[in-house]
């Protein structure tokens, strides 16, 4: 028999995710099985799948041990850099300045050094982060941005900023902006854009078209013109719908492709224009719009936070 207390940062939860995240060598087949069978038991009695879990909570597991092993724990995040670019930070989350090149996420090709992996490294050697003493939860990215995006990522440290900040997300009471640099000069000083986008996993890219058919989702950007120089004007963007790709494709589609951008410009007028092959693009401000309290995030209510070095910057402007 093996018993398990649920902390902070497992409220809330169901019974069976909660069991999935915890014991990783529990199949799930044999959890359900032994929740009807009254061998894992909540606070003494009997538990339902779906019953949310309160802090304090104890779950009782009369369960074999092979399905209960618990490996010795091996942290692959303390091989990540320690780089990190700090917007803010406070007890509930971080907001950081990705550097364009950095992964937000682990994939195929690079399993340790990403911005995440980074962030738990950072955490966890700050004291505040105690995977030993958390049963699921990990520190988490709210949002993410494409390898050579630069600007600002959120982090969550607890699992309530996690729940808030992504409800709120979701909501749209988180409002993003973006900085540009797109070739030629547009034919208006702002305007709002609407198209119809088209995703190939395999490609790894999009496709625009000005028609709905089936496969494409509605994309919505608006722009404001804050600079022409040359060919080359600097916007703001801000995305009214979030899809992969859509500043850099929805730009593209009518002829003003990001500088630096390879896969939706052309590589020549990236080099003649010194941009080489990150795109010029940067989340460069974040500002929090709750429309209703939060909780424990309140505080960050009508506050905006913003970067203004932008690596492309100078290059626009010749420095």
Known sequence: M???TVGKNDAGQRVDKFLQKTFRSLPTTVMYKEIRKKNIKLNGKRCEIATRLSEGDVLALYVKDEFLEESAPQYDFLTAGKRLSIVYEDDNLLLL?????LLVHPDEQEYRDTLITRVQRYLYEKGEYRPEEENSFA???VNRIDRN???????AKNAEALRILNEQLKARRIHKFYLCVVSGRMPKSEDTLTAYLEKNEQQNRVYISDRAREGTRTIVT???VLEERGDASLLEIALLTGRTHQIRAHLSS???PLLGDGKYGTNRKNRAAGFGNRQALCSYKLTFAFKEPTGLL???DGRTFQIDDAWFL??????
């Open 139 to 141: 520190p988490a990215l």
């Open 314 to 319: 100078p290059i626009f402007y010749g420095k």
């Open 2 to 4: 093996k018993t398990v």
């Open 254 to 256: 009518i002829g003003h």
């Open 149 to 155: 995006t630069c600007g600002i990522v959120m982090a």
């Open 298 to 300: 309140d505080y960050l």
């Open 222 to 224: 608006r722009y404001r």
């Open 97 to 101: 300045n990705k550097e364009a090149g």
